[in-house]
DNA sequence: CGGAATCCCCCTGGATACTG
DNA sequence: CAGTATCCAGGGGGATTCCG
């Protein structure tokens, strides 16, 4: 051990990682809530309106439902209809952005499918060690 | 449109959909809280100690780290050494699993950077005509 | 130095009811 | 049918303290 500093990492690489690392905390903040990629999810499947979309997924409430879409809207990944009807109808429906955010997400269900069982294994494995 | 009805995915396809808003539902429960992605990302650069780790992570504090590390370690993301001397030291490093997880969040975070200006906008945006 | 337990505050998020 | 407002309980997570 002759060397001054042990770095694995260049400094380039370092600061990479940092950036990386702060927009991975940005997207996660978005989306890393329990709903929003369910959300993003069925919305991948085409247009949907408010109630379907509830009905789609189990366990959201109305409220909750409401803000996921704010959020989603907000920030540009869906776009929202209101047709001035009656009964009122709002459409929603994933942009451009929204649709391109399916892929990396995708890569990531892949992976989580892929070790799904290991982590279950791994999981089990911890808790009986320290249940012993 | 002659389609009797529109299906804009396959019911095989939706199945897919289902199961991996599933899988995705479990991975962003384990990394979609405020400090795990920072911990895995600092750790992906190599083993590190606790309060080196700590301190690597501005804002993180003593327990929530304690925690976190539980969490990754729980699931067999984390691989955790301690040795017997005074003081204390214990390290802690990325598995092979832990590491295979880097590369769905690279490709994440890549999204994350090549959207963040669009995201902004949209943001700025939004808050512009709801303000107004 | 690393970990566990205690305390406590705040904020998320669910239920409900009301407006358009 | 869509959205907002109010109320309120539960838990996430920070500061602190004690142990090995």
Redesign the pocket.
């Known amino acids: 051990m002759t060397k001054p500093k042990l770095r694995l990492v260049t400094p380039d690489q370092a600061q990479e990682g940092a950036a990386n690392c702060k927009a991975l905390g940005q997207v996660l903040d978005r989306i890393g809530?329990?709903w929003t990629i369910m959300v993003v999810g069925v919305l991948s499947h085409g247009p949907m309106?408010?109630?379907a979309l509830q009905r789609e997924i189990p366990?959201?409430?109305?409220?909750?439902l409401?803000m996921t879409?704010?959020g989603l809207e907000r920030d540009g990944l869906v776009k929202?209809t209101?047709f001035a009807t009656i009964?009122?109808?709002?459409d929603y429906e994933l942009t451009a952005v929204g649709h391109s955010l399916t892929e990396p997400l995708y890569a990531l269900a892949i992976w989580a499918r892929g070790q799904q069982a290991n982590i279950e294994a791994a999981r089990a494995a911890f808790d009986a060690s320290s249940t012993d």
């Open positions: 809530d329990k309106r408010f109630n366990g959201l409430s109305h409220r909750m409401t879409l704010r929202r209101a009964p009122p109808r709002v």
